[in-house]
């Protein structure tokens, strides 16, 4: 009996097999096809997404056109005689920005080659800083400029740079403020020792005026 389902359940499974393969457009290779096809749209979206996101450049991809100048990034010389630097806004949001940030840094650069003189001074104190003036700064330090675009990813921003040169008549500029500083330094130490002598005159001869005002009432009582 139990032969006789199972004959029986597998002629109806071959019956439908046959009348399936029978009807038009319908076959199990199409059906293997349409998976396939699935797997492919499947595979090509996944690729034309991540191609889309590899053509959107990182943040930190710099593209600097072909016109921009090679000193921008010459190192820090210095022979003895000449001090050369370059500095540079580095990528900016607008042109005002940049320009901005480039004053900033350009005096930075020359306050740390000022400072630098100053410490090989001696001191009796801790010495003032010399303030630094960007319009000096841009109309006598300034050699070279550079304006122009930079592209961020897929942004474009805005850099700025300068040359700065310190060239020895320069230097003399700054050891004559120096020698001023020093000489104001002298003064000041001079002035309160004129200061603390004339207190201590001062206050000695009131002292002794005391003193001798004491000695001098015992006397007129008698």
């Not at 389902?5 to 009807?23: C, D, F, K, P």
């Not at 104190?125 to 841009?138: G, L």
């Not at 592209?151 to 020895?168: H, M, N, S, W, Y």
């Amino acid at each position: 009996m139990q032969s006789q389902q199972s004959e029986y359940r597998w002629t109806s499974i071959a019956l439908a097999m046959v009348l399936l393969g029978g009807l038009p457009g319908v076959n199990f290779s199409n059906a293997s096809r349409c998976f396939a096809d699935d797997e492919i749209k499947i595979e090509a979206k996944q690729t034309e997404g991540e191609t889309a996101e590899l053509s959107v450049a990182p943040l930190s991809h710099l593209i600097y056109p072909d016109d921009r100048p090679g000193w921008i990034d010459e190192p820090i010389t210095d022979d003895g005689k000449e001090y050369s630097v370059v500095v540079t806004s580095g990528p900016s949001g607008s042109i005002e920005e940049a320009d901005e940030l480039v004053g900033v840094y350009a005096r930075g650069a020359v306050q740390s080659y000022v400072d630098e003189l100053v410490a090989n001074q001696e001191w009796a104190t801790h010495p003032e800083m010399i303030p630094m003036d960007i319009d000096w700064i841009r109309d006598e330090l300034v050699v070279r400029r550079y304006e122009g675009n930079v592209l961020v990813g897929d942004e474009t921003q805005f850099e700025k740079a300068v040359l700065i040169r310190i060239e020895p008549d320069d230097r003399r500029v700054f050891e004559t403020a120096i020698a001023d500083l020093k000489l104001k330094e002298r003064l000041a130490a001079t002035g309160l020792t004129i200061l603390g002598g004339f207190s201590l005159l001062v206050g000695g001869s009131i002292v002794l005026g005391g003193l001798a005002s004491r000695q001098k009432q015992p006397t007129t009582a008698a």
